[in-house]
């Protein structure tokens, strides 16, 4: 299934909306919405991976290189996935205890606003 990114930028952050599935092949665009999500001076970015039904290790790699980056600068983003095998190689790997995962855009969302307080 090919990878699908939308952006929908709003008072204090940026939820980047994903479908599909990320591999390698479509890392660098998730890396790109990603990035420039945060480069227009939004400091608190939920990507939705409610849509996703698989990710590899590089769009793991993704994640967590653009979570460390979030923080470098000040700010923060937010996980939300709720497929099962997603959350499974999110478990298997232990990523589920390094990025903020959460089952609902508003949930990452309001969390992403008390951190920010």
């Known amino acids: 299934m090919a990878l699908e990114i939308s952006t929908r930028s709003g008072h204090v952050t940026t939820v980047v909306t994903v479908t599909g599935e990320i591999d390698v092949a479509s ?6 919405a990603l990035t ?11 990507a939705d991976l409610s849509g996703v039904t698989f990710i590899d290790s590089s769009g793991i790699g993704v994640l967590i290189g653009r979570t460390k980056a979030m923080h470098r600068e000040g700010g923060a983003l937010a996980v939300v996935a709720t497929h099962e095998r997603v959350l499974r190689t999110f478990a298997l790997t232990g990523v589920d205890q390094v990025l903020a995962i959460h089952a609902t855009v508003d949930e990452a969302v309001h969390t992403l606003a008390i951190t920010r307080e």
Do not use: I, M, S
């Open 27 to 32: 890392t660098g665009a998730l890396r790109r």
């Open 36 to 46: 420039a999500a945060g480069d227009e001076g939004e400091r608190q970015v939920v």
